[in-house]
T-cell receptor, first 112, second 114 residues
Framework: QKEVEQNSGPLSVPEGAIASLNCTYS??????FFWYRQYSGKSPELIMF????GDKEDGRFTAQLNKASQYVSLLIRDSQPSDSATYLC????????????FGKGTRLSVIA | EPEVTQTPSHQVTQMGQEVILRCVPI?????FYWYRQILGQKVEFLVS????????KSEIFDDQFSVERPDGSNFTLKIRSTKLEDSAMYFC????????????FGNGTRLTVT
């Protein structure tokens, strides 16, 4: 059974701070890792993906991957109230048409 | 930017009725998916579809569910006899190739079974 675990939160941070969101996964064969943002009642929106160990930066977002620890994280710098949403971690194998497996998500609240 | 389009945005139906949810994936994408999300719960995989056949399905995707790509653009999910527990957001998603590429989601159809 492939599992993706996230702290459900809510995680509250003040505006301008760094928000740190964490995710662990059970399947050691997982090769691709994604972070999606989901506003209430809306569909998941892709923020970043990462395939290799280490850090990957895109604007205010940094994804970090440690396959040995089966751990992936998302850092949001200079958090804004508009970043308040649920952040979904998703993982998949790279073989064939395997679907993404989602965590339950972490609710982030950025306080102005 | 190309989008995945889903219709209707909201569907209300009575228990036991059949519903068809429609999706138009991004035109150059080859792999198609249906996910659902019950209120307050996680996004769950239902079925994947490639080359006009099902690639993989979850335990949720039982005999009451079917998918079809009736023409070159539409991708549909049919629920034959809806149950109260089928009430959820249903998301269609697509991606251009399989190996590790991200899914692009449609806006979803909120299905309410009464």
């Amino acid at each position: 059974q492939k599992e993706v675990e996230q702290n459900s939160g809510p995680l509250s941070v003040p505006e301008g701070a760094i928000a740190s969101l964490n995710c662990t996964y059970s399947d050691r064969g997982s090769q691709s890792f994604f972070w999606y943002r989901q506003y209430s009642g809306k569909s998941p929106e892709l923020i970043m993906f990462i395939y290799s160990n280490g850090d990957k930066e895109d604007g205010r977002f940094t994804a970090q991957l440690n396959k040995a620890s089966q751990y992936v994280s998302l850092l949001i710098r200079d958090s804004q109230p508009s970043d308040s949403a649920t952040y979904l971690c998703a993982v998949t194998l790279n073989s064939g048409n395997t679907p993404l497996v989602f965590g339950k998500g972490t609710r982030l609240s950025v306080i102005a | 930017e190309p989008e995945v389009t889903q219709t209707p945005s909201h569907q209300v139906t009575q228990m036991g009725q059949e519903v068809i949810l429609r999706c138009v994936p991004i035109s150059n994408h080859l792999y198609f998916y249906w996910y659902r999300q019950i209120l307050g719960q996680k996004v769950e995989f239902l079925v994947s579809f490639y080359n006009n056949e099902i690639s993989e399905k979850s335990e949720i995707f039982d005999d009451q569910f079917s998918v079809e790509r009736p023409d070159g653009s539409n991708f549909t999910l049919k629920i034959r006899s809806t149950k109260l527990e089928d009430s959820a957001m249903y998301f269609c998603a697509s991606r251009p190739f399989s190996t590790g590429s991200p899914l692009h989601f449609g806006n979803g159809t909120r299905l309410t079974v009464t």
